[in-house]
């Protein structure tokens, strides 16, 4: 089945309601400090770590995919998180840097290491954004 309707919200009839659409934002960003483990970070849906190595640390469906919008939330006043971000995202570069997310993979691009959504650039520019160095 393309679409489990279990897996998603189901849609209302309500008008839209900005102080509601922000609560909901804050419970996201609240069900994201509980679930994070430092050094393990966050667990992944089982479809989402086929044929990879967990953690996921990518920018697409990983760790920095969660740092980088956590942040974007906290920039925007959206949301805080109790998270230390900048440790969060070097933590995941260092994790990275361990074991890439698609190491098991048999057909790789033939340079995986400088993909944005799946490679170690999205780990790189979100530790950096996060924790600027050279």
Same mark, same amino acid.
């Given at each position: ?51 990879? %190595? *967990?953690? +996921?640390?990518?920018?697409?469906? #990983?760790?920095?995919? &969660?740092? $980088?919008? =956590?942040?974007?939330? @906290? ?37 995986? %290491? *400088?993909? +944005?959504?799946?490679?170690?650039? #999205?780990?790189?520019? &979100?530790? $950096?954004? =996060?924790?600027?160095? @050279?």
């Amino acid at each position: 089945m393309l679409y489990d309707p279990a897996n998603h919200e189901p849609l209302t009839t309500d008008t839209w309601d900005a102080d509601r659409a922000r609560e909901r934002i804050r419970a996201i960003v609240a069900d994201a400090d509980e679930s994070f483990d430092r050094e393990r970070l966050w667990p992944a849906q089982e479809w989402d770590v086929w044929q990879a %190595a *967990a953690p +996921l640390k990518n920018l697409y469906v #990983g760790a920095s995919g &969660v740092v $980088w919008a =956590l942040d974007a939330l @906290r920039r925007r006043g959206l949301a805080e998180t109790r998270i230390d971000l900048e440790g969060a995202a070097l933590r995941t570069l260092e994790l990275w840097r361990e074991l890439p997310d698609y190491t098991q993979w048999e057909d790789l691009p033939s340079a995986p %290491a *400088a993909a +944005l959504l799946t490679g170690e650039s #999205g780990p790189l520019v &979100v530790a $950096w954004r =996060l924790a600027p160095d @050279r």
